[in-house]
């Protein structure tokens, strides 16, 4: 059964699309760190309750790195050059961490069955949903073979420490199985017919459940809430 429709704790697709992008122009804005952690810990137990516990704690415990690790911006501004490179890396990552957090509680907890059906259902056009369509199709792919690849390289002896080696045998096997991947899902999707205009019957339909109400305002309330602060 797909994973959409065996849990309450699994919002619609769309609900996850919309809160990460609010969560990524949220990244505009100064947010009270108490409200980020908010969304954290709501993001955190929607991972546990959607089966993927190893994420729900990595998410606390990644947070909690990047913002024990990163001082205050005033004092990162008085460093010198090479320390503020440095922690404004960190800042950056830190800034972003929540909407790519979001965007990866979107991924793994969907399928392409219920976020082709969850688009189809909102009327999106054809030129947005097949590509969202595609990248579900490409990145378990590309996982999966980058690891293969990496676990050969470790059995024959490269590993990063020689950088060269590395970029050599696996840097460029990736590009080149990238492109593979991409002419394997385009020939895939043209032999189903998803150029055809026609009305497509969904083996999978979707709706809108309480979790979506419950996701979407709660992470509006931090949201608007840690900005007004």
């Not at 137990?45 to 001082?71: D, H, M, R, T, W």
């Amino acid at each position: 059964m797909p994973v959409f429709l065996d849990n309450p704790y699994n919002p619609n697709p769309i609900s996850k699309l919309f809160v990460s992008f609010l969560l990524g122009f949220a990244v505009f804005y100064k947010v009270n760190v108490y409200f980020e952690w908010g969304i954290v810990f709501l993001l955190s137990l929607l991972f546990y309750k959607n089966g993927l516990k190893k994420e729900a704690l990595k998410n606390i415990l990644f947070f909690g790195f990047l913002s024990f690790i990163v001082p205050n911006i005033d004092v990162i501004r008085n460093m010198n050059a090479i320390l503020l490179m440095i922690f404004m890396l960190f800042v950056v990552f830190r800034m972003f961490y929540i909407p790519v957090s979001a965007g990866s509680f979107f991924i793994k907890t969907s399928d392409v069955g219920s976020v082709i059906s969850s688009m189809d259902k909102i009327k999106l056009p054809r030129s947005v949903s097949i590509p969202i369509a595609v990248m579900f199709r490409f990145f378990p792919s590309f996982r999966e073979e980058s690891r293969n690849i990496k676990l050969a390289m470790r059995i024959r002896g490269i590993t990063f420490k020689n950088p060269i080696s590395y970029i050599e045998y696996v840097i460029v096997p990736l590009l080149v199985i990238s492109s593979n991947i991409s002419d394997d899902i385009a020939k895939a999707a043209e032999t189903k017919c998803i150029e055809n205009p026609v009305k497509k019957t969904r083996y999978i339909s979707v709706k809108i459940k309480i979790i979506d109400f419950v996701y979407v305002i709660s992470i509006l309330i931090m949201i608007i809430g840690g900005i007004l602060w």
